[in-house]
């Protein structure tokens, strides 16, 4: 199947800073790309959906000037949380789709967000 | 009332046990239903669709009731690697924006 991945896959970070994650579809171009976060016993929940060469759609309650999403190219999209604070620790994890095929979502490892 | 809702477990069972699932979905507009494995720490991987004529792979058997809005998944002959947490998964407008359940915890015990 597809290959999705994730960087960095543990981050430790002061509050405060920024942290940038990046996703990658490895094999395929995603048109489409989708991050969620879970945190601990809770299931995902969608944050954004990011296309390539426009703007993202964010859920309501992501604030988009703090989760920063850009869809550079066909093979990558980076989430940058901004001042991040305690609350924003969490798993982050992406998917990509080719084309329309939205049922067949590849999810990325997930990346482990740890704000002090 | 959430999105989709499930029992959180855990349900522990001996290897070689019978398990099933239950799920239900609130929106009667949803198109699209899976179930999905997320290992502990680890990213939610497709399990299997589901269909309202039921399917079957292996020793998973997926179920959906569209009147109901209910959705299950049985696990037949469990086996110790089957512990993980099962999500039920719903698609309502086939946009990609999958609506996802809290999970089921599964503990398989030799």
Known sequence: ?116 | RKEVEQDPGPFNVPEGATVAFNCTYSNSASQSFFWYRQDCRKEPKLLMSVYSSGNEDGRFTAQLNRASQYISLLIRDSKLSDSATYLCVVNTFNTGKLIFGQGTTLQVKP
């Not at chain 1, 981050?11 to 790309?33: H, N, P, W, Y």
């Not at chain 1, 929940?45 to 296309?51: K, Q, V, W």
């Not at chain 1, 901004?82 to 609350?87: L, M």
Request: net charge neutral; charged share 15%; glycine share 6%.
């Open chain 1, 1 to 116: 199947g597809a290959v999705v991945s994730q960087h960095p896959s543990r981050v430790i970070c002061k509050s405060g800073t920024s942290v940038k994650i990046e996703c990658r579809s490895l094999d395929f171009q995603a048109t489409t790309m989708f991050w969620y976060r879970q945190f601990p016993k809770q299931s995902l929940m969608l944050m954004a959906t990011s296309n390539e060469g426009s703007k993202a759609t964010y859920e309501q309650g992501v604030e988009k000037d703090k989760f920063l999403i850009n869809h550079a190219s066909l093979t990558l999209s980076t989430l940058t949380v901004t001042s991040a604070h305690p609350e924003d620790s969490s798993f982050y994890i992406c998917s990509a789709v080719a084309g329309t095929a939205y049922n067949e979502q590849f999810f990325g490892p997930g990346t482990r967000l740890t704000v002090l």
